[in-house]
């Protein structure tokens, strides 16, 4: 029993083991068989894809191999018809080698042919060359013969002959430069008169100014003849005080009602003049009285000059003036130049440069200024020393004036060359003002001096057979001998007397010279 027991025991134990190995067994067989099963599937697949694969390489390589083909002859096509154009290409380069090798050939035949034409022309030449030189030698014995034979005929030297034919062929060349110098100078004047007149008539025209000459009266009015010994005082006490305080002489004459002032200074003359009315007017004249009212005057006669500066600057648009300066300007107001008011005068040259320059597109203000300004120095030359130019620069470069304004006052009598065209516009106002008709006056024995001396300049030139001064000595007028003057030396005759009488004279504006040259054949018919 024990024995089967533990035989059952065993069996208990022993037999599910083995039923589990059994089971192992069965299932790893059954994995086995469906692994087996998987694997052949796959293998079927996989070598169904590699036989796909190899028909897809070999289609591919005979489309490639295909393509290849054309490809290539594509390539033989164009490798073909490539060659076929550089032969056709070669054959040309080669006809035309062979065409130029010909032009060669023919051009080295016509080298040949004009290098033998040359030699011969050569030999000629040489040969032309020596009739030449042996045709000169003989011209040349024959010109010294004839030479010789002028010589002796002629009496002159050759090089006496050779001057005058250089003075005959200078002459003549003068004598066309002289036309051609006029037909440019007339085409020149002919434009500049036009110009020139229409800038001046609408200047003069614009500026509105007296054209009557101013006086500066130096006679006083007497109530009667026994106020002249009122003036003269006890022993002369009065007048010599009056001549002592004023700076003037007055003179007592037998002028019936009348003293008159003579004094170098203009305004000391004013001073004096005012202060003798004043004290004939009071009637209480005694040297005591006599101080009194001429330092009374003196005043008054400042504030008048002051008064006329500004006006001065008003009148014509310039500020900005040095005070000092504008008193300057106000004393041009007792100063004359051939009896012309010396402060209108610098008015009307302002008015006339401003309007010029406005005209020509010069500077407007700057004319203006220097036009008021150009005789400034008219106002001190009886107290300084030297021309009133010099003076008038000396005081506007005191005055701070600018260089451009400066140089305008130097240049307006041509001291200096004029620079600027402000300046010449000033010095044209300048002359203007000074030449227009009523604007200045001077003595009779100047005048008559004058006009002599401008006859005796035109007749000391040769074939000058009259000369009138005419235009109140503002033009002369010559006239010459034709059979001696040309009108080529009349055009340079009239330079020259303008020249000389710029030179020799002083005179008021300017003087024009007219040089007449006519011919006149009269005969008369019976």
């Known amino acids: 029993m024990t024995l089967l027991s533990s035989t059952a025991v065993v069996l208990s134990v022993v037999l599910p083991i083995i039923g589990l190995i059994l089971g192992a067994v069965g299932g790893i067989a059954v994995y086995r068989v469906y692994q087996n099963k998987k694997l052949g599937a796959a293998k079927s697949a996989a070598n169904k894809m590699v036989e796909d694969a190899v028909n897809e390489v070999k289609e591919m390589r005979k489309t490639a191999a295909r393509e290849a083909k054309e490809e290539l002859a594509k390539e033989r096509d164009a490798q073909e018809r490539e060659l076929r154009e550089k032969q056709s290409a070669i054959s040309r380069s080669e006809q035309r080698i062979i065409q130029r090798e010909e032009n060669l050939d023919k051009k080295e035949q016509l080298l040949d042919k004009k290098s033998d034409d040359l030699d011969a022309q050569r030999a000629a030449l040489t040969q032309k060359h020596a009739e030449a030189d042996k045709l000169k030698a003989e011209l040349e014995t024959a010109n010294n013969r004839i030479i010789d034979e002028i010589q002796h005929v002629a009496g002159m030297s050759k090089d006496e002959a050779k001057a005058q034919l250089i003075d005959a062929i200078r002459d003549e060349a003068k004598h066309d430069a002289a036309k051609m110098v006029r037909e440019i100078d007339a ?90 009315e004043r004290l004939i007017s009071d009637g209480r004249i005694h040297p005591g009285r006599i101080e009194d009212l001429v330092e009374k005057a003196q005043k008054d006669v400042d504030a008048k000059i002051k008064e006329a500066g500004e006006n001065a600057m008003y009148e014509t648009g310039v500020f900005g ?20 008011n010396v402060l209108r005068h610098s008015i009307e040259t302002s008015n006339l440069a401003g309007i010029m320059a406005g005209e020509l597109g010069a500077n407007v203000q700057l004319c203006k200024r220097a036009g008021l300004l150009h005789d400034i ?48 516009i000033v010095q044209c106002a300048d002359a203007i003002s000074g030449a227009r008709p009523g604007a ?36 002369i007028r010559i006239i010459v001998k034709p059979e001696v003057v040309d009108d080529v030396k009349a055009m340079y005759m009239s330079k020259e007397i303008a020249k000389q009488i710029e030179q020799d004279m002083q005179y008021p504006g300017q003087i024009k010279v007219n040089v007449i040259r006519e011919t006149r054949a009269v005969e008369y018919a019976k």
């Open 440 to 475: 200045r006056r001077e003595s009779l024995d100047n005048y008559v001096k004058r006009l002599e001396k401008l006859e005796e300049i035109a007749n000391s030139y040769e074939g000058v057979e009259k000369s009138f001064a005419v235009q109140a000595g503002r033009e």
């Open 377 to 424: 120095g008219k106002a001190l030359d009886h107290e300084i020393e030297g021309t009133h130019v010099s003076i008038g620069v000396d005081v506007a470069k005191k005055y701070k004036e600018s260089k451009e304004v400066i140089h305008c006052i130097a240049a307006h009598h041509n001291d200096v060359e004029p620079e600027t065209v402000e300046a010449v």
């Open 187 to 276: 085409e020149a004047k002919e434009e500049a008169d036009r110009r020139a007149q229409k800038i001046v008539s609408l200047a003069v025209q614009r500026c509105a100014v007296d054209h009557s000459a101013e006086i500066t009266v130096s006679t006083v009015a007497l109530p009667n003849d026994e106020m002249k010994g009122r003036i003269i005082g006890r022993e002369g006490r009065n007048i010599r005080a009056l001549e002592t305080a004023t700076g003037c002489d007055l003179i007592i004459d037998d002028t019936p009602e009348a003293v008159v002032l003579s004094c170098f200074d203009p305004i000391r003359r004013e001073v004096a003049r005012i202060a003798l």
């Open 321 to 340: 003036l040095n005070p000092d300066l504008a008193r300057i300007l106000g004393r041009l107001r007792f100063r004359t130049s051939y009896g012309q």
